[in-house]
């Protein structure tokens, strides 16, 4: 994949996170914590981070068929640093099941840690590992659950800094998100 090209796919990949993490934020259920029933965590290189401020999924499925998966949430309030999982499946749709990619085309799946970079308290970047179908990287998720109420499962990867060498181990994830609006 090109530069340009993994670059794009990124700033559209973390745009689409924003947009979900911010129509959660709109609820007015004043649920910005951790509950036993919406949480994400995972291991990075082995340290336990959890992700349980506004963890969501997409909107619900407008069709019966669901054609794409996004999982987000953050680690604190102040939302610096959050946790994504993307997966695009056309014709049969998602299924309960696992996908996996190492560095290919093929499924559209990526998992990505991000970290708001501020200065002077103003966004100036983002810092971005994302693994999958970028080059040296794999992703793997496995949905258990896939109901009216969103969407449950497990992942694990080796993601990449979108502007270097170096890379992150995720393992033990899991999750368990509300499609937004529930």
């Not at 993490?21 to 340290?47: A, M, P, Q, T, V």
């Amino acid at each position: 994949m090109k530069t340009t090209q993994l670059n794009n796919y990124l700033f559209i990949a973390f745009t689409l996170l924003i947009l979900t993490c911010l129509s959660s934020c709109s609820k007015n259920d004043g649920d910005i914590g951790d509950s036993s029933e919406k949480f994400l965590s995972c291991k990075l290189n082995g340290k336990e981070y959890n992700f349980n401020y506004h963890v969501n999924a997409n909107d619900k499925p407008a069709e019966e068929v669901v054609h794409f998966v996004v999982i987000s949430g953050w680690e604190k309030e102040d939302m610096v640093t959050g946790f994504g999982i993307d997966l695009l499946i056309p014709g049969d749709g998602v299924k309960e099941q696992s996908y996996s990619v190492a560095g290919g085309s093929v499924p559209e799946l990526d998992g990505q840690y991000y970290i708001q970079n501020y200065k002077d308290g103003k966004i100036m970047g983002t810092t971005v590992y994302s693994g999958g179908r970028s080059d040296g990287t794999q992703f793997t998720l496995t949905i258990t659950s896939l109901t009216a109420w969103g969407v449950k499962g497990t992942f694990s990867g080796k993601l990449r800094l979108s502007a270097g060498d170096e890379y992150i181990n995720v393992t033990d994830g899991k999750f368990s998100a509300p499609y937004n609006g529930n």
